[in-house]
Protein backbone atom coordinates (compact mmCIF):
# COMPACT_ATOMS: atom_id res chain seq x y z
CA UNK A 1 0.00 0.00 0.00
CA UNK A 2 2.78 2.98 0.86
CA UNK A 3 4.89 2.19 -1.72
CA UNK A 4 1.78 1.89 -4.13
CA UNK A 5 1.39 5.23 -2.79
CA UNK A 6 4.89 6.42 -2.75
CA UNK A 7 4.82 5.38 -6.68
CA UNK A 8 2.17 7.15 -7.76
CA UNK A 9 4.09 10.25 -5.49
CA UNK A 10 6.71 9.94 -7.40
CA UNK A 11 5.08 9.54 -11.09
CA UNK A 12 3.37 12.75 -10.24
CA UNK A 13 6.01 14.77 -9.38
CA UNK A 14 8.17 13.10 -12.22
CA UNK A 15 5.12 14.47 -14.53
CA UNK A 16 5.99 18.31 -13.39
CA UNK A 17 7.78 20.68 -16.08
CA UNK A 18 10.26 21.59 -13.52
CA UNK A 19 11.14 18.26 -12.27
CA UNK A 20 11.90 17.37 -16.11
CA UNK A 21 13.69 20.77 -16.92
CA UNK A 22 15.94 19.86 -13.50
CA UNK A 23 17.12 16.57 -15.32
CA UNK A 24 17.31 17.03 -18.55
CA UNK A 25 19.39 20.46 -18.11
CA UNK A 26 22.75 18.68 -18.13
CA UNK A 27 24.31 21.52 -15.96
CA UNK A 28 21.32 21.78 -13.66
CA UNK A 29 21.12 18.48 -11.85
CA UNK A 30 25.35 18.79 -11.97
CA UNK A 31 25.15 22.05 -10.02
CA UNK A 32 22.62 20.78 -7.83
CA UNK A 33 24.72 17.52 -7.04
CA UNK A 34 27.94 19.17 -6.79
CA UNK A 35 26.40 21.75 -4.08
CA UNK A 36 24.94 19.10 -1.88
CA UNK A 37 28.04 17.26 -1.73
CA UNK A 38 30.25 20.41 -1.39
CA UNK A 39 28.06 21.34 1.52
CA UNK A 40 29.18 18.02 3.37
CA UNK A 41 32.22 19.85 4.29
CA UNK A 42 30.19 22.58 5.80
CA UNK A 43 27.20 20.79 7.44
CA UNK A 44 28.92 17.30 8.43
CA UNK A 45 32.19 18.94 8.75
CA UNK A 46 31.46 21.00 11.66
CA UNK A 47 29.16 18.31 13.70
CA UNK A 48 32.24 16.10 13.33
CA UNK A 49 34.01 18.32 14.98
CA UNK A 50 32.06 19.04 17.38
CA UNK A 51 31.60 15.40 18.24
CA UNK A 52 35.10 14.99 17.92
CA UNK A 53 35.46 17.42 20.90
CA UNK A 54 32.92 15.23 22.67
CA UNK A 55 35.29 12.41 22.20
CA UNK A 56 38.35 14.63 23.35
CA UNK A 57 39.96 14.57 19.44
CA UNK A 58 39.84 17.98 18.99
CA UNK A 59 40.85 21.08 20.78
CA UNK A 60 40.05 19.73 24.20
CA UNK A 61 41.15 23.02 26.08
CA UNK A 62 38.53 24.85 24.48
CA UNK A 63 35.11 24.21 26.38
CA UNK A 64 32.87 22.01 24.32
CA UNK A 65 29.60 24.49 24.70
CA UNK A 66 31.65 27.31 23.08
CA UNK A 67 32.78 24.59 20.02
CA UNK A 68 28.80 23.37 19.82
CA UNK A 69 27.68 27.04 19.98
CA UNK A 70 30.10 28.74 17.97
CA UNK A 71 29.73 26.03 14.91
CA UNK A 72 26.04 25.62 15.76
CA UNK A 73 25.59 28.33 12.58
CA UNK A 74 27.64 27.20 10.30
CA UNK A 75 26.36 23.69 10.74
CA UNK A 76 22.58 24.63 10.13
CA UNK A 77 23.15 26.81 7.36
CA UNK A 78 25.17 23.49 5.85
CA UNK A 79 22.10 21.41 6.67
CA UNK A 80 19.70 23.57 4.92
CA UNK A 81 21.39 23.93 1.90
CA UNK A 82 21.79 20.13 1.92
CA UNK A 83 18.09 19.50 1.98
CA UNK A 84 16.73 22.01 -0.30
CA UNK A 85 19.79 20.31 -3.06
CA UNK A 86 18.82 16.84 -1.57
CA UNK A 87 15.28 17.38 -2.21
CA UNK A 88 15.23 18.87 -5.20
CA UNK A 89 17.54 16.03 -6.61
CA UNK A 90 14.87 13.74 -5.68
CA UNK A 91 12.42 15.31 -7.75
CA UNK A 92 13.82 15.66 -10.93
CA UNK A 93 14.56 11.76 -10.45
CA UNK A 94 11.34 11.09 -8.15
CA UNK A 95 10.34 7.36 -9.45
CA UNK A 96 13.78 6.25 -9.52
CA UNK A 97 15.25 7.84 -6.32
CA UNK A 98 11.85 6.62 -4.60
CA UNK A 99 12.57 2.96 -5.72
CA UNK A 100 16.25 3.23 -4.61
CA UNK A 101 17.22 0.63 -1.51
CA UNK A 102 19.48 2.73 -0.79
CA UNK A 103 17.75 6.16 -0.68
CA UNK A 104 15.04 4.60 1.55
CA UNK A 105 17.72 3.24 4.22
CA UNK A 106 19.63 6.35 4.21
CA UNK A 107 16.61 7.95 4.88
CA UNK A 108 16.10 5.65 7.93
CA UNK A 109 19.15 6.79 9.22
CA UNK A 110 18.83 10.04 8.84
CA UNK A 111 15.89 9.98 10.77
CA UNK A 112 17.88 8.29 13.00
CA UNK A 113 20.48 10.96 13.36
CA UNK A 114 18.27 13.70 14.09
CA UNK A 115 16.22 11.79 16.92
CA UNK A 116 19.69 10.98 18.02
CA UNK A 117 20.76 14.97 17.77
CA UNK A 118 17.88 16.15 19.52
CA UNK A 119 18.76 13.36 21.97
CA UNK A 120 22.17 14.86 22.10
CA UNK A 121 20.96 18.51 22.67
CA UNK A 122 18.67 17.59 25.95
CA UNK A 123 21.59 16.05 27.02
CA UNK A 124 24.12 18.72 26.07
CA UNK A 125 21.80 21.63 27.68
CA UNK A 126 21.27 19.08 31.34
CA UNK A 127 24.92 18.91 31.54
CA UNK A 128 25.85 22.10 30.78
CA UNK A 129 28.53 23.42 33.01
CA UNK A 130 29.56 20.53 35.39
CA UNK A 131 32.08 19.55 32.81
CA UNK A 132 32.50 21.71 30.03
CA UNK A 133 36.34 22.26 30.62
CA UNK A 134 37.00 18.26 30.93
CA UNK A 135 38.85 17.40 27.84
CA UNK A 136 36.28 14.41 27.28
CA UNK A 137 32.38 14.53 27.65
CA UNK A 138 30.51 12.66 30.16
CA UNK A 139 29.90 9.12 28.83
CA UNK A 140 25.88 9.68 27.71
CA UNK A 141 26.96 12.70 25.70
CA UNK A 142 30.34 10.09 24.36
CA UNK A 143 28.01 7.94 23.61
CA UNK A 144 25.81 10.60 21.90
CA UNK A 145 28.42 11.49 19.80
CA UNK A 146 29.75 8.11 18.48
CA UNK A 147 26.29 7.34 17.64
CA UNK A 148 25.94 10.28 15.33
CA UNK A 149 29.57 9.88 14.00
CA UNK A 150 28.10 6.35 13.03
CA UNK A 151 24.61 7.65 11.66
CA UNK A 152 26.27 10.09 9.58
CA UNK A 153 28.87 7.89 7.59
CA UNK A 154 26.08 5.75 7.31
CA UNK A 155 24.24 8.42 5.62
CA UNK A 156 26.75 9.69 3.53
CA UNK A 157 27.59 6.07 2.40
CA UNK A 158 24.47 5.00 1.48
CA UNK A 159 24.14 8.38 -0.16
CA UNK A 160 27.29 7.32 -2.31
CA UNK A 161 25.46 3.83 -3.08
CA UNK A 162 22.54 5.57 -4.83
CA UNK A 163 23.83 5.50 -8.25
CA UNK A 164 25.22 2.30 -8.32
CA UNK A 165 22.38 -0.29 -9.59
CA UNK A 166 23.49 -3.49 -7.57
CA UNK A 167 20.11 -3.88 -6.14
CA UNK A 168 18.04 -2.21 -8.59
CA UNK A 169 13.95 -3.15 -9.37
CA UNK A 170 15.61 -4.66 -12.93
CA UNK A 171 18.48 -7.22 -11.97
CA UNK A 172 16.77 -8.12 -8.52
CA UNK A 173 13.78 -11.24 -7.78
CA UNK A 174 14.30 -11.71 -4.43
CA UNK A 175 10.40 -10.30 -3.18
CA UNK A 176 12.10 -8.86 0.41
CA UNK A 177 14.48 -6.82 -1.84
CA UNK A 178 11.92 -5.65 -4.21
CA UNK A 179 9.30 -4.55 -1.26
CA UNK A 180 11.65 -3.07 0.50
CA UNK A 181 12.80 -0.50 -2.38
CA UNK A 182 9.35 -0.61 -3.39
CA UNK A 183 9.67 -1.74 -6.64
CA UNK A 184 5.58 -2.16 -7.20
CA UNK A 185 5.58 -3.41 -11.05
CA UNK A 186 8.17 -6.04 -10.20
CA UNK A 187 6.47 -7.39 -7.32
CA UNK A 188 2.80 -7.81 -9.28
CA UNK A 189 4.58 -9.68 -12.15
CA UNK A 190 6.10 -12.09 -10.20
CA UNK B 1 75.51 35.91 8.11
CA UNK B 2 73.81 34.16 4.36
CA UNK B 3 73.40 30.98 6.00
CA UNK B 4 71.63 32.25 8.71
CA UNK B 5 69.44 34.62 6.94
CA UNK B 6 68.25 31.36 4.50
CA UNK B 7 67.42 29.32 7.35
CA UNK B 8 65.32 31.50 8.68
CA UNK B 9 63.07 31.44 5.50
CA UNK B 10 64.01 28.15 4.47
CA UNK B 11 60.37 27.05 4.31
CA UNK B 12 59.02 30.02 2.26
CA UNK B 13 62.43 29.32 0.31
CA UNK B 14 61.81 25.74 -0.64
CA UNK B 15 57.99 26.74 -1.96
CA UNK B 16 59.22 29.05 -3.38
CA UNK B 17 61.62 27.09 -5.36
CA UNK B 18 58.91 24.57 -5.51
CA UNK B 19 56.76 27.15 -7.52
CA UNK B 20 59.69 28.50 -9.92
CA UNK B 21 60.28 24.50 -10.48
CA UNK B 22 56.49 24.39 -11.74
CA UNK B 23 57.30 27.22 -13.86
CA UNK B 24 60.06 25.62 -15.47
CA UNK B 25 58.32 22.70 -16.16
CA UNK B 26 55.41 24.38 -18.07
CA UNK B 27 57.55 26.94 -19.39
CA UNK B 28 60.61 24.81 -20.69
CA UNK B 29 57.99 22.02 -22.27
CA UNK B 30 58.96 19.20 -19.87
CA UNK B 31 55.08 18.70 -18.79
CA UNK B 32 54.28 18.05 -22.41
CA UNK B 33 57.25 15.02 -22.72
CA UNK B 34 56.71 13.80 -19.70
CA UNK B 35 52.76 12.81 -20.18
CA UNK B 36 52.58 10.48 -22.54
CA UNK B 37 55.17 8.48 -21.12
CA UNK B 38 52.62 8.54 -17.56
CA UNK B 39 49.81 6.74 -20.29
CA UNK B 40 51.41 3.51 -19.43
CA UNK B 41 51.56 3.95 -15.76
CA UNK B 42 47.99 5.14 -15.36
CA UNK B 43 47.26 2.15 -17.57
CA UNK B 44 49.04 -0.37 -15.13
CA UNK B 45 47.56 1.24 -12.15
CA UNK B 46 44.00 0.55 -13.43
CA UNK B 47 44.32 -2.77 -14.77
CA UNK B 48 47.10 -4.53 -13.21
CA UNK B 49 47.92 -3.02 -9.47
CA UNK B 50 46.00 -4.62 -7.35
CA UNK B 51 44.05 -1.49 -6.34
CA UNK B 52 42.81 -1.16 -9.82
CA UNK B 53 41.96 -4.51 -10.04
CA UNK B 54 39.92 -4.43 -6.76
CA UNK B 55 38.42 -0.75 -8.13
CA UNK B 56 37.52 -1.97 -10.92
CA UNK B 57 36.35 -5.74 -10.30
CA UNK B 58 33.93 -4.92 -7.02
CA UNK B 59 31.86 -1.87 -7.37
CA UNK B 60 30.75 -1.93 -3.66
CA UNK B 61 33.93 -1.73 -2.48
CA UNK B 62 35.09 1.16 -4.55
CA UNK B 63 31.88 2.93 -3.32
CA UNK B 64 32.49 2.53 0.32
CA UNK B 65 35.93 3.53 -0.35
CA UNK B 66 34.89 6.82 -2.59
CA UNK B 67 32.37 7.42 1.07
CA UNK B 68 35.35 7.61 3.31
CA UNK B 69 36.75 9.85 0.47
CA UNK B 70 34.02 12.58 1.19
CA UNK B 71 33.72 12.03 5.06
CA UNK B 72 37.80 12.95 4.96
CA UNK B 73 36.65 16.04 2.71
CA UNK B 74 34.14 16.81 5.15
CA UNK B 75 36.03 17.10 8.40
CA UNK B 76 38.99 18.39 6.25
CA UNK B 77 36.52 20.90 5.22
CA UNK B 78 35.32 21.00 8.62
CA UNK B 79 38.54 22.07 10.18
CA UNK B 80 39.30 24.39 7.43
CA UNK B 81 36.32 26.41 7.70
CA UNK B 82 36.69 26.66 11.77
CA UNK B 83 40.09 27.91 11.53
CA UNK B 84 39.37 30.06 8.16
CA UNK B 85 36.06 31.27 9.84
CA UNK B 86 38.22 32.13 13.17
CA UNK B 87 40.89 33.84 11.21
CA UNK B 88 38.42 36.03 9.18
CA UNK B 89 36.73 36.51 12.73
CA UNK B 90 33.50 34.84 11.98
CA UNK B 91 32.67 32.12 14.05
CA UNK B 92 34.74 31.71 18.12
CA UNK B 93 35.30 35.35 18.26
CA UNK B 94 35.67 34.66 22.23
CA UNK B 95 38.43 31.78 21.77
CA UNK B 96 42.06 32.58 20.99
CA UNK B 97 42.83 32.02 17.08
CA UNK B 98 45.96 30.35 18.11
CA UNK B 99 44.27 28.00 20.22
CA UNK B 100 41.90 26.64 17.02
CA UNK B 101 44.98 26.89 14.28
CA UNK B 102 46.52 24.29 17.14
CA UNK B 103 43.29 22.51 18.00
CA UNK B 104 42.38 21.87 14.81
CA UNK B 105 45.46 21.06 12.65
CA UNK B 106 46.00 17.07 13.70
CA UNK B 107 42.46 16.87 12.96
CA UNK B 108 43.38 17.94 9.37
CA UNK B 109 46.64 16.07 8.82
CA UNK B 110 44.88 12.79 9.56
CA UNK B 111 41.62 14.27 7.25
CA UNK B 112 43.95 14.94 4.30
CA UNK B 113 46.35 11.58 4.70
CA UNK B 114 43.02 9.68 4.58
CA UNK B 115 41.65 11.51 1.43
CA UNK B 116 44.63 10.86 -0.23
CA UNK B 117 44.78 7.50 0.72
CA UNK B 118 41.50 6.98 -0.38
CA UNK B 119 41.76 9.11 -3.56
CA UNK B 120 44.74 7.18 -4.70
CA UNK B 121 42.57 4.22 -4.51
CA UNK B 122 39.15 6.08 -6.51
CA UNK B 123 41.99 7.10 -9.12
CA UNK B 124 43.28 3.89 -10.08
CA UNK B 125 39.82 2.55 -10.24
CA UNK B 126 38.94 5.08 -13.20
CA UNK B 127 43.13 5.81 -14.33
CA UNK B 128 42.65 5.31 -17.90
CA UNK B 129 39.74 7.80 -17.86
CA UNK B 130 41.26 10.87 -15.64
CA UNK B 131 44.19 10.61 -17.20
CA UNK B 132 42.59 12.01 -20.01
CA UNK B 133 40.75 14.58 -18.02
CA UNK B 134 42.34 18.05 -17.72
CA UNK B 135 39.89 19.14 -14.20
CA UNK B 136 42.06 16.23 -12.75
CA UNK B 137 45.29 17.38 -13.48
CA UNK B 138 44.16 20.64 -11.93
CA UNK B 139 42.76 19.16 -8.79
CA UNK B 140 46.32 17.39 -8.56
CA UNK B 141 48.20 20.88 -8.76
CA UNK B 142 45.81 22.47 -6.41
CA UNK B 143 45.94 19.73 -3.83
CA UNK B 144 49.57 19.83 -3.98
CA UNK B 145 49.73 23.48 -3.94
CA UNK B 146 47.16 23.41 -0.87
CA UNK B 147 48.55 21.04 0.98
CA UNK B 148 52.55 22.73 0.98
CA UNK B 149 50.62 26.00 1.36
CA UNK B 150 48.95 24.38 4.54
CA UNK B 151 51.90 22.97 6.15
CA UNK B 152 54.41 24.82 4.90
CA UNK B 153 53.46 28.43 4.49
CA UNK B 154 50.06 29.10 6.86
CA UNK B 155 50.37 26.46 9.90
CA UNK B 156 54.51 27.58 10.86
CA UNK B 157 53.77 31.48 9.85
CA UNK B 158 50.43 31.33 12.42
CA UNK B 159 52.39 29.23 15.40
CA UNK B 160 55.56 31.01 15.36
CA UNK B 161 54.53 34.67 16.56
CA UNK B 162 51.13 35.66 18.79
CA UNK B 163 48.34 36.16 16.44
CA UNK B 164 48.17 39.92 17.98
CA UNK B 165 51.55 40.03 16.11
CA UNK B 166 49.95 39.68 12.74
CA UNK B 167 48.60 42.38 10.57
CA UNK B 168 44.74 41.01 10.65
CA UNK B 169 44.87 41.77 6.33
CA UNK B 170 47.70 39.01 6.65
CA UNK B 171 45.55 36.46 8.72
CA UNK B 172 42.54 37.14 5.92
CA UNK B 173 44.68 36.32 3.47
CA UNK B 174 45.60 33.14 4.85
CA UNK B 175 41.99 32.63 5.94
CA UNK B 176 40.71 33.14 1.94
CA UNK B 177 43.43 31.71 0.24
CA UNK B 178 42.90 28.63 2.44
CA UNK B 179 39.07 28.35 1.93
CA UNK B 180 39.40 28.94 -1.83
CA UNK B 181 42.24 26.83 -2.08
CA UNK B 182 40.10 23.74 -0.51
CA UNK B 183 37.41 24.77 -2.42
CA UNK B 184 38.54 24.71 -5.33
CA UNK B 185 40.18 20.49 -4.43
CA UNK B 186 36.43 19.52 -3.40
CA UNK B 187 34.71 21.17 -6.36
CA UNK B 188 37.45 20.23 -8.80
CA UNK B 189 37.21 16.34 -7.17
CA UNK B 190 33.54 16.62 -7.91
CA UNK B 191 33.56 17.79 -11.46
CA UNK B 192 35.49 14.63 -12.36
CA UNK B 193 32.66 12.66 -11.53
CA UNK B 194 30.76 14.48 -13.92
CA UNK B 195 33.36 14.64 -16.77
Redesign the interface.
Known amino acids: MINELLLQFGQWMEAQQYSQMLVSGYFSY?WL??TH??T???S??????ID?RMLG??????PAS?IAA??H??MIIGFVIMFITGALLVYAKPVETIQSLWFRMKMILLLLAFINAWVFNGRLKAAEGNWDNDPVAPRPLKTGAIISLVLW?GV??L???IP?D?VDCTNTTNTTILWAAGCVDQLNAL | MLGSILSQYARTLSVAAAFLLIVLVEALGIREAIYPGLEAFFNWMNQSSWLGVIGTTY??VY??V??VH??S??????????TD?RLLGV??K??PSE??VT??H??FKWALLMAILTGIFCAAGVANKVYFMEVFWIKMLVLLVGSCFMLFIKQPFLTSRPHAEIAPWMMRLLAITSMLT??TV??TG??IG?S
Open positions: SEAVLLMVIGSLFIFWVMPNVTRLKPCVTGRYYW | GSATEALLMAVLGGTVLALVFDVTIGTKCWFAARWF
